[in-house]
């Protein structure tokens, strides 16, 4: 059974830090890009980070950059997001998502990922 389970999240003040981790298990990450999404209450889902299946290439939303770092461990199935200087506005759940992709890149749009996780949420208090 393909599954990915997010962990990681939790409650956490402005300013700190938390590392999310995207476990896969039924199917070899090697072969897939990861991308993590977040929602927020009343908002369109939207990408935050992504990572192609070697590692070597990866994108991130904006809002993030510079604050956020994905990186991968293909032989324990894992990916991971660190995230520091969190703020407010970074509050949502957040989720993991595979995409089948051999290219040298990941994708940034939502509907190109085939499996998804539940999602883990993340609160950030001012």
């Known amino acids: 059974q393909v599954q990915l389970v997010e962990s990681g999240g939790g409650l956490v003040q402005a300013g700190g830090s938390l590392r999310l981790s995207c476990a896969a298990s039924?199917?070899?990450?090697?072969?897939?890009?990861i991308g993590w999404f977040r929602q927020a209450p009343g908002k369109e889902r939207e990408g935050v980070s992504c990572i192609s299946s070697s590692g070597g290439s990866t994108n991130y939303a904006d809002s993030v950059k510079g604050r956020f770092t994905i990186s991968r461990d293909n032989a324990k199935n894992l990916v991971y997001l660190q995230m520091n200087s969190l703020k407010p506005e970074d509050t949502a759940v957040y989720y993991c998502?595979?995409?089948?992709?051999?290219?040298?890149?990941?994708?940034?749009?939502?509907?190109?990922?085939?499996?998804w996780g539940q999602g883990t949420q993340v609160t950030v208090s001012s």
């Open positions: 998502a595979a995409e089948a992709r051999l290219l040298a890149d990941c994708a940034t749009t939502a509907h190109e990922y085939d499996y």
């Open positions: 039924g199917f070899t990450l090697n072969y897939y890009a």
